[in-house]
């Protein structure tokens, strides 16, 4: 079966790193996304990785290793208001987006 | 970016009544809209695939009957809940595929529908 991974909760501190891993089995593939979701509103894009390496984009980064099965989101500097769940999705062989249960962000003053 | 609207944003109904939510892609031509329901602390569970001027692919236990879907345009896919009941409160989502099939990333800002 298809199936992703990730942490349902962490823990960080204002100003701080966090590294948010997701590790993935799908049939396919076909790229990486993360998104954000602030509790009640819909997810919000941040990145998509279908390539190895690292995609910075501002205070985020995104890296993925396709052979391993693993991506990870690195968010710096980390402020007040990325207190949010972050969505870990690949697209499989059919274009279908499989999500997995979201890692909850609690960031501490 | 892409922009995706989702109308309405919160919906209280009477049990038995029906609801109609409205996804519209503003910006680009959508030929393919996907609906998600999410109940609280949970991930996104995808109920159907609906593409323009076709029937939805349902997922597998997603009542067809209980939830309508119509692409009639490139721009506009609604999903009607009939016959509502307490337990189809959840807040449901629409995304809309953009012309670069690889970047679906544009969702309508939900529907947050109780059922009282």
């Known amino acids: 079966g298809q199936n992703i991974d990730q942490p349902t909760e962490m823990t960080a501190t204002e100003g701080a790193i966090v590294q948010i891993n997701c590790t993935y089995q799908t049939s396919g593939f076909n790229g990486l996304f993360w998104y954000q979701q602030h509790a009640g509103e819909a997810p919000t894009f941040l990145s998509y990785n279908v390539l190895d390496g690292l995609e910075e984009k501002g205070r985020f980064s995104s890296f993925l290793s396709r052979s391993k099965g693993y991506s990870y989101l690195l968010l710096k500097e980390l402020q007040m208001k990325d207190s949010a769940s972050y969505l870990c999705?690949?697209?499989?062989?059919?274009?279908?987006?499989?999500w997995g249960a979201g890692t909850k962000l609690i960031i501490k003053p | 970016g892409a922009v995706v609207s989702q109308h309405p944003s919160r919906v209280i109904c009477k049990s038995g009544t029906s609801v109609k939510i409205e996804c519209r892609s503003l910006?680009?031509?959508?030929?393919?809209m996907f609906w998600y329901r999410q109940f609280p602390k949970q991930s996104l569970m995808l109920m159907a695939t609906?593409?323009?001027?076709?029937?939805?692919?349902?997922e597998q236990g997603v009542e067809k009957d209980k939830f309508l879907i119509n692409h009639a345009s490139l721009t506009l896919s609604t999903l009607t809940v009939t016959s509502a009941h307490p337990e189809d409160s959840s807040f449901y989502i629409c995304?809309?595929?953009?012309?670069?099939?690889?970047?679906?990333?544009?969702f309508g800002q939900g529907t947050r529908l109780t059922v009282v």
């Open positions: 910006d680009f031509q959508a030929t393919t």
């Open positions: 609906s593409n323009e001027g076709s029937k939805a692919t349902y």
């Open positions: 999705a690949v697209m499989d062989s059919n274009y279908q987006l499989i």
């Open positions: 995304s809309a595929r953009a012309p670069d099939r690889n970047t679906e990333a544009f």
